[in-house]
Every structure is written in structure tokens, then in C-alpha cells.
């Protein structure tokens, strides 16, 4: 991926579109590797084909409401950002912008420290606590939304002041 930046700064033309390609090719070859390696030291990982229509049903189920749920989520996401910019202009979008990038990285890093908790929910569920387990997960979540808030709140005071400065800087 260096290359890509280092190739995009040397050539003038269009460099979204040669960006694009490069990262394809980039894509490409890492997955490529992947699959030789996999192939010569896995002889597990050999495709076969198999074929129980119940499987494929159960798969297809799961994979159509996993689907309509993303789809559902990007039509919140963007679907909103679209309608402010069409009916309330570059401004409120390129706030609503903002606003997206702070909330995906403080929901990123409570997301990362919510994995850690996984393997003992996993674990205590395994072993049928039940009552443990509902205790540790409203546990986890009261410390989740203390994280959530502490993040937040410094961010929320001084929301005038980092919307001015973005569009002021950019």
C-alpha cells in the first residue's frame, strides 16, 4: 500500500481511478498468496463440493436476514446523510459528517474493549451460570456506557467549537 501512495504521487492522471485499480491489484495479489499458501501447507482447505439442500436453506435464511439488517443500517446511515443533503444542504451534511466520524471511533475503541469480556461471557454461558452471567453482562454494559459517556461528553461540550474548526480548516 506504500507503493500505491508512492506510485499515485509520481503520476499526474486521474489518481482516484488509478487508486482504485492499484488497491484491486493490491487486493488481488495478497488474496491470491493467501490461497497457494493455504493450499500447499492445509491440504485440509481443498475445496469440495457438497451439496444437502436443509444446509443451504438454513445458510440462505441466515444470510437474507443478516443482509436485510446491513441493508437496513446503511439506509440509516447514508439514506439520512442523502436526504440532508438534498433538502438542507453541504453544511448540515458535512456536520452530520462529523458526527458519524466520532461516533464510530469512540464506538470503536467501547466495541474493542467489549471483546475482551467475549471469552468469559462464552465461558460462563458453557457452563450454564446463568445467574452469573446476566449479572457480569449488565456488568460490562454499565462499564460500557461509562466508557460511552466519558468519550462523549468532553465532545458534546465543545461541538460548536470542532464543527467551526473543521469547516473553517478544510
Given at each position: 500500500k506504500l507503493i500505491i501512495v508512492l506510485v499515485l504521487v509520481q503520476l499526474g492522471n486521474d489518481k482516484l481511478i488509478l487508486y482504485a485499480i492499484l488497491s484491486f491489484v493490491v487486493s488481488f495479489i495478497i488474496r491470491t498468496l493467501?490461497?497457494?499458501?493455504?493450499k500447499k501447507y492445509?491440504?485440509?482447505?481443498?475445496?469440495?463440493?457438497?451439496y444437502d439442500k436443509?444446509?443451504?436453506?438454513?445458510?440462505?435464511?441466515?444470510?437474507?436476514?443478516?443482509?436485510?439488517?446491513?441493508?437496513?443500517?446503511?439506509?440509516?446511515?447514508?439514506?439520512?446523510?442523502?436526504?440532508f443533503n438534498v433538502f438542507l444542504g453541504v453544511t448540515i451534511n458535512a456536520s452530520i459528517m462529523v458526527a458519524n466520524q466520532v461516533q464510530a471511533l469512540i464506538f470503536s475503541f467501547v466495541s474493542n474493549f467489549q471483546v475482551a469480556f467475549n471469552p468469559k461471557i462464552i465461558k460462563t454461558y458453557a457452563n450454564n451460570e446463568i445467574n452469573y452471567l446476566k449479572e457480569f453482562i449488565l456488568n460490562t454494559s454499565k462499564i460500557s456506557f461509562l466508557l460511552i459517556s466519558i468519550l462523549s461528553l468532553p465532545i458534546?461540550?465543545?461541538?460548536?467549537?470542532?464543527?467551526?474548526?473543521?469547516?473553517?480548516?478544510?
Amino acid at each position: 500500500k506504500l507503493i500505491i501512495v508512492l506510485v499515485l504521487v509520481q503520476l499526474g492522471n486521474d489518481k482516484l481511478i488509478l487508486y482504485a485499480i492499484l488497491s484491486f491489484v493490491v487486493s488481488f495479489i495478497i488474496r491470491t498468496l493467501y490461497k497457494l499458501y493455504c493450499k500447499k501447507y492445509f491440504k485440509e482447505s481443498e475445496y469440495q463440493f457438497y451439496y444437502d439442500k436443509q444446509y443451504y436453506k438454513e445458510l440462505l435464511n441466515y444470510s437474507g436476514w443478516s443482509l436485510f439488517g446491513q441493508i437496513a443500517n446503511l439506509l440509516s446511515n447514508h439514506g439520512v446523510s442523502i436526504l440532508f443533503n438534498v433538502f438542507l444542504g453541504v453544511t448540515i451534511n458535512a456536520s452530520i459528517m462529523v458526527a458519524n466520524q466520532v461516533q464510530a471511533l469512540i464506538f470503536s475503541f467501547v466495541s474493542n474493549f467489549q471483546v475482551a469480556f467475549n471469552p468469559k461471557i462464552i465461558k460462563t454461558y458453557a457452563n450454564n451460570e446463568i445467574n452469573y452471567l446476566k449479572e457480569f453482562i449488565l456488568n460490562t454494559s454499565k462499564i460500557s456506557f461509562l466508557l460511552i459517556s466519558i468519550l462523549s461528553l468532553p465532545i458534546l461540550l465543545v461541538t460548536e467549537l470542532i464543527i467551526d474548526f473543521w469547516l473553517n480548516h478544510t
